[in-house]
């Protein structure tokens, strides 16, 4: 799946994203979590260069990572 450009898990009340599974899409350019159950946010998700887009709205999330401004290339960001 290194190819993947866009992955959308939503509405599946993970409570933490494949975190190995993230750092093998080098090219993911959309990534959706939406409606799950995230508390906190894994390491392996700052290292996705080719983010664009990051859906995280509708989980219960304490507080967003200053490492978010790694994403360079991050275009779209949902919150809600």
Same mark, same amino acid.
């Given at each position: ?18 975190? %190995?599974? !993230?750092?093998? @899409?080098?090219? =993911?350019?959309? #990534?959706? +979590?939406?409606? /799950?159950? &995230?508390?906190?946010? *894994? %390491?392996? !998700?700052?290292? @996705?260069?080719? =983010?664009?887009? #990051?859906? +995280?709205?509708? /989980?219960? &999330?304490?507080?967003? *990572?200053?490492? !978010?401004?790694? @994403?360079?290339? =991050?275009?779209? #960001?949902? +919150?809600?």
């Amino acid at each position: 799946c290194s190819s993947l450009e866009h992955l959308y898990l939503n509405n599946n009340e993970l409570i933490l994203p494949p975190t %190995d599974q !993230l750092e093998e @899409l080098n090219r =993911l350019e959309t #990534l959706s +979590l939406e409606e /799950n159950r &995230l508390t906190m946010l *894994p %390491d392996s !998700l700052w290292r @996705l260069k080719s =983010l664009i887009r #990051l859906n +995280l709205s509708n /989980n219960p &999330l304490s507080y967003i *990572p200053v490492e !978010l401004g790694q @994403l360079v290339n =991050l275009h779209e #960001l949902w +919150l809600t």
